[in-house]
């Protein structure tokens, strides 16, 4: 793969797209967990995906890959990509479908809201990780795959993302703690049948 920042090919993108947007799922589903003891999917979407972590970690992916080496200067730039990406998506998301997935108001160095110091921290840091360890990794064995592997893979996943994107602009994914239930609930039911 070229180090100029234009010759990347769209399954590279499609694939690192997804691939971070589940790992902020994952993410945000495990401190959910850990924190409350309840599963709450947190997006707007309703599949395993926060696009938000896809597109700040395409564009970091992007802008950043051939600074790869250079992990400071990455923790640096990712975080004011980071901070851009989660406060333009807050703004919109609160602004088109007056809807709040997350609320830093009252965070150290909080901007109405939508990002805070400790955000703007956990981009930079997952930001230098992806661009210098993650992404070069995930590549490596990506490619092992043969392209039509790899395109039907990308295909049922834009599928799959399509209807739910389509399903999520009908009917926005809402509710206490953004679907959320909790574990103790279906584990300790407070009611026998």
Known sequence: MKNNAYSYKINTILFLFF???FAGFLWEVLLFLIKDGEFCNRGFFYGPWLPVYGAG?????????????????????????GAVVELFTGWLLDTLFDKRY????????S?????CLYSVLGFALSGAFFTC???PFLLKYWERLSL????RILAVLVVLFAVDAAAALIFPNSGNGITCFYFKEILLPSRFP
């Open 102 to 109: 997350w609320d830093y108001t009252g965070q150290f160095l």
């Open 19 to 21: 691939a971070a947007s």
């Open 148 to 151: 039509r592997t790899r395109h």
């Open 111 to 115: 901007v109405r809201g939508y990002i």
């Open 133 to 135: 360890l993650a992404a």
């Open 57 to 81: 970690a395409v564009l970091i992916f992007i802008l950043l890959y051939p600074k790869k080496k250079r992990p400071l200067l990455c923790f640096f730039y990712s975080a004011c990509i």
